[in-house]
């Protein structure tokens, strides 16, 4: 196991796949960036003091500055308001917004397409589909407060190879969804002993396989090694449910075991249970205690990582904010009320996903007592009545054919 106190290169010396993770990043332009690159080589993601808000503040008018100049909807939006220079935190809600949903519909790109280093996409919104294309600095700025994050909280194991239950989709080079991508780089914070995927490549597309996963849960409990589940929660909970209509008595998997799920239930939303029971159940019929089973949050567009903290709290990280408007003013609320989540972090240079509004309902909470400093957030789910189509709602639907 690793510890928050652990170097990043001994990290690396230990496990080759965390190299990509922590490795110097440089940002496109340093002498405009200056504070950008430094707010995003601040290495602990929870850090909470007045020099990081003053740093976090003056990082945010460098970013847009940068996308200003370079992307013509945002340098009109900004103009429109006045072109805002906040001179603290508090005044960052007064910075213009995109929602995501416009990203679905325009290319909002502010770096020339041979800086591109990585195209992901979501799965479409009723056909539409968010198609982004990172430079290097992006999506290498994400990875690594992902890696981050993932030490701050203890879940890197450098020392215990694991049996990874992948629920989501086998690798393939033409698949370019953002889900698929991040999934699988959850399986580089533990030596791998093997990996087993719900999403089968077929060979003209992906085909769910709930036996294969009781099959490999079967398999993985009666090895020594942890097994590190991740992935979506509407295939873990369908594993599950077969696993109950077929008689399986409860697993005890091993000590260390782990659960990371993301996405959401969207789509099959008539078969979503509660946080609570959803690990409750996990802990009963495969030995996991709550506090191993963490929930994940992000997007494409906004990828940078919430990840949950024992107390199953989603923290905002030094890297970025998060306020929550007034669904029918649009206006910031306050800690405790419930609203549109908007995320702020200018660590993005690709496009100006920098300050993005969120099509899910949220409410912001202060600093509670787990000991992390930084405020937290609930997802209460998607608002409006139409169905967003998300890497989780395409994954969901497999779920028709089993």
């Known amino acids: 196991m690793t510890t928050a106190s652990t170097s990043d290169a001994e990290l690396v010396r230990q496990l080759d796949s965390l190299a990509k993770y922590f490795g110097p990043l440089e940002v496109p332009e340093p002498g405009e960036l200056p504070r950008v690159q430094e707010l995003c080589s601040v290495s602990d993601p929870f850090r909470a003091d007045a020099a990081a808000d003053e740093l976090f503040v003056a990082a945010m008018r460098e970013i847009n500055a940068w996308h200003a100049l370079r992307n013509p909807l945002f340098g009109a939006l900004w103009k429109e308001a006045g072109a805002p220079d906040p001179d603290s935190v508090g005044r960052v809600a007064e910075l213009p917004y995109i929602h995501v949903n416009l990203f679905k519909r325009h290319a909002l790109s502010s770096i020339e397409d041979d800086a591109v280093a990585l195209r992901l996409t979501s799965s479409g919104t009723g056909g539409e589909k968010t198609e982004i294309g990172f430079d290097a600095w992006s999506i290498g700025a994400a990875q ?3 890696a981050w994050t ?16 992948v629920l989501g989709y086998e690798p393939d080079p033409r698949l370019t969804m953002g889900a698929a991508h991040g999934l699988n780089e959850l399986c ?11 999403l089968r490549n077929t060979g003209v597309g992906h085909e769910f396989d709930p036996m294969g996963c009781v099959d490999a849960l079967l398999e993985f409990a009666a090895r020594e090694e942890p097994v590190r589940i991740v992935g979506f929660p509407a295939l873990l909970h369908t594993v599950l449910e077969r696993m109950g209509t077929m008689g399986v008595p409860p697993l005890r998997l091993p000590e260390g075991s782990l659960v990371l799920t993301g996405g959401g239930w969207k789509s099959h939303a008539d078969r979503a249970i509660g946080r609570v029971e959803f690990r409750e159940g996990i802990e009963r019929q ?21 990840i949950e903290c024992a107390a199953h709290h989603f923290h905002v990280p030094v890297w970025a904010r998060c306020v929550v408007r007034d669904v029918r003013t649009l206006e910031p609320v306050g800690y405790d009320e419930v609203g549109y989540l908007q995320f702020v972090s200018p660590f993005i240079t690709a496009l100006p996903a920098h300050s993005i509004l969120m099509a899910d309902l949220g409410t912001l909470r202060p600093p509670g007592d787990c000991g992390i400093a930084t405020p937290w957030f609930e997802v209460h789910g998607r608002a409006g009545v139409r169905r967003n189509r998300t890497c989780a709602v395409a994954a969901a639907e497999l779920l028709e054919v089993r």
Do not use: Q, T, W
């Not at 030490?151 to 990874?164: F, Q, S, W």
């Open 188 to 198: 580089d914070f533990a030596p791998v002993a093997s990996v087993r995927h719900a």
């Open 144 to 146: 690594r407060m992902d």
């Open 150 to 165: 993932v030490k701050a909280l203890g879940l890197i194991d450098v020392e215990r190879p694991a049996n990874y239950l």
């Open 286 to 306: 495969l030995g996991i205690p709550g506090e191993r089973i963490r929930d994940c949050y992000g997007s494409v567009e906004h990828c940078l990582p919430y």
